[in-house]
């Protein structure tokens, strides 16, 4: 399961039910019940109103690679597992992953598990990637709808970020490129006979 850390605005809005999981209607169905942790998991998500428009933004915990959703509607909040699968495979290619790691990123995609819990210096990371999506919005006068998220997203993924306890900063696209390699190269251990 990839765990997903929601604001309050944000979580108000999904269809979850008592365990936190979404309808999961389009999302890729692959080990949809199983619960161990994915690779992916611990990202933090808020809805951030833009030019009078529905998007989410979401960030990688121990990355904080972006993933932004622009213009949703109320049913996009319940195919919100297919949005970000959609939104991080797309976002991983503008950034220029490469197709092993592309790989390693989307056998590690499951459905999102959905909670409340959330870490403040993520959500300052969340604040700061808000605003500069305000300033480009502003800068070069763009419609929101003319946006092109993955793009959006790439160019976030550029910029440096700060967390509470590392020292110096840490790069998104390079930390997140780096996980995914960590999957390629982790020995692989044979199947048990069923």
């Known amino acids: 399961m990839i765990q997903l850390h929601c604001t309050q605005k944000l979580y108000a809005k999904l269809p979850v039910n008592t365990q936190g999981r979404l309808p999961n209607t389009r999302a ?14 611990g990202w933090h998500a808020n809805l951030v109103t833009l030019q009078r428009r529905n ?11 972006p993933v932004l959703l622009t213009c949703l509607t109320k049913p996009d909040f319940a195919e919100l597992d297919y949005h970000f ?16 790691q592309l ?4 056998n590690a995609l ?18 700061h ?8 919005l502003w800068y070069d006068q763009l419609p929101i709808t003319d946006l092109a998220p993955y793009s959006a997203s790439a ?5 440096p970020c700060m967390a509470k306890g590392v020292k110096g900063c840490i790069w998104p696209v390079r930390a997140m490129l780096a996980l995914l390699d960590s999957a390629n190269q982790s020995p692989h251990l044979p199947a048990s006979d069923v």
Not at 55 to 65: G, I, M, N, P, Q
């Open 28 to 41: 890729r169905p692959v080990a949809a019940n199983d619960p161990a942790e994915s690779l992916l998991s």
């Open 55 to 65: 998007c989410v933004l979401f960030v990688h915990s121990a990355t904080r690679f």
């Open 85 to 100: 699968q959609d939104g991080l495979m797309n976002t991983l290619l503008k950034a220029g992953a490469n197709q092993a």
């Open 103 to 106: 790989d390693a990123a989307a």
């Open 110 to 127: 499951t459905p999102l598990h959905c909670d409340t819990q959330c870490n403040r210096s993520v959500q300052g990371t969340l604040n």
């Open 129 to 136: 990637m808000k605003q500069d999506l305000d300033h480009l």
């Open 155 to 159: 160019w976030l993924a550029e910029r």
